[in-house]
């Protein structure tokens, strides 16, 4: 059976587009919430039953064409040595600021320490139709690396910014202990079924252009390469992306994913060659009533350039006041509209 994400992955034609929604799993949805107030956050995110669940809720509801595990890209933090709490967000106990600090990272067997994450995609893979794809992820080096040196999220990245001009060789040190990491991670999230791979960047577009050029697209461009050794796309997301978008092809991704800041076919323009997009949906557009969404989806799919494959997807994840009703809207619509 024809699987129309993974054809769009690899620019074959499609019959519409296929859509699916980041954070398509979580706060807007009731039925997540129910969950919530019973299990913290990485209760759910540490129990193969739950997780699984989660991962459901959203195809059962509202029929994307694939699902992304419920997760979070700081699960390979502890193994590591690092504490992670969410309050509600992170918050790193001992951030890793030293060269002694990265030397004491502890490497580990990522079966052995994460096997909720593998258990949890066999059991969404046996639940999920052929023609529903199913994603894995993780962080990329730089984004992991910004949590563990600022200890969190933060506005100015002073921590982080202060190790690349001050320490390149430290920081280079821990991007490539990150790149490893990742690599096996990610590898084995295929093995347990997942169909394809996203690498998250949420911080490395808060990066100036030299540093990106330096600290980022040679480390994506290694671990993506490492991944699809196993045969799956590999999708890669930058956020914030505009300065860059000339650089995002040197990664080897099968497929860019775009925030909403620039229209797809301005940002093919600058990417260059026949990489397949997905994006890139202003998700507070679902904030707004049904004719504005369908007005905007309409212009989106035609900034879409032809031949490219394309999957329809927000330029971040659903905001949690969304209405759930306004996604089930839009994911019907792209499904209508594209197909026309």
């Known amino acids: 059976m024809a699987n ?6 690899a620019n074959r034609p499609v019959s519409r587009t296929p859509v699916w929604l980041m954070r398509q799993a979580g706060r807007y949805m009731a039925e997540y919430r129910a969950i ?14 739950l997780a699984a669940e989660v991962t459901l809720q959203p195809i059962a509801a509202l029929a994307p064409d694939a699902a992304i595990l419920f997760s979070d890209i700081l699960v390979v933090l502890p193994p590591m040595g690092l504490s992670v709490d969410f309050s509600p967000g992170p918050v790193i106990a001992r951030p890793v600021r030293t060269t002694d600090d990265i030397h004491q990272l502890t490497t580990f067997d990522v079966h052995r320490e994460l096997g909720f994450v593998f258990d949890a995609l066999r059991m969404v ?3 999920l139709a052929p023609e529903v794809a199913l994603i894995g992820f993780g962080g990329a080096p730089l984004t992991l690396a910004a949590y563990m ?3 969190g999220k933060t506005k100015n990245f002073e921590a ?3 190790l690349f001009y001050a320490r390149p060789e430290a920081a280079h040190g821990l991007l490539d202990f990150l790149v490893d990491v990742q690599a096996d991670f990610l590898c084995a999230q ?3 079924g997942a169909q394809a791979i996203q690498i998250f960047d949420t911080w490395a577009g808060s990066m100036p252009r030299d540093i990106i050029a330096e600290f980022v697209i040679p480390k994506v461009a290694s671990l993506v390469a490492r991944v699809k050794k196993s045969g799956v796309p590999v999708i890669y997301f930058m956020k914030d992306a505009a300065h860059v978008l000339d650089l995002l092809a040197q990664t080897g991704a099968d497929v860019l994913s775009l925030d909403e800041k620039t229209p797809l076919d301005i940002a093919a323009a600058r990417i260059g060659g026949h990489v397949a997009l997905q994006g890139n949906f202003d998700p507070a557009v679902l904030l707004a009533d049904r004719e504005t969404i369908s007005q905007r989806l309409d212009a989106l799919l035609a900034t879409v350039p032809p031949g490219r494959g394309h999957i329809f997807n927000l330029g971040h994840g ?3 006041s969304t209405p759930v009703e306004n996604v089930a809207w839009l994911i019907a619509q792209v499904k209508r509209r594209s197909a026309r």
């Open 4 to 9: 129309l994400f993974l054809d769009a992955c």
């Open 36 to 49: 919530r107030e019973r299990y913290d956050f990485w209760t759910v995110c540490r129990t193969p039953e």
């Open 125 to 127: 893979r046996r639940s």
């Open 149 to 151: 040196v600022e200890g």
């Open 160 to 162: 982080l910014k202060s």
């Open 190 to 192: 295929i093995d347990a």
């Open 318 to 320: 659903v905001l949690p």
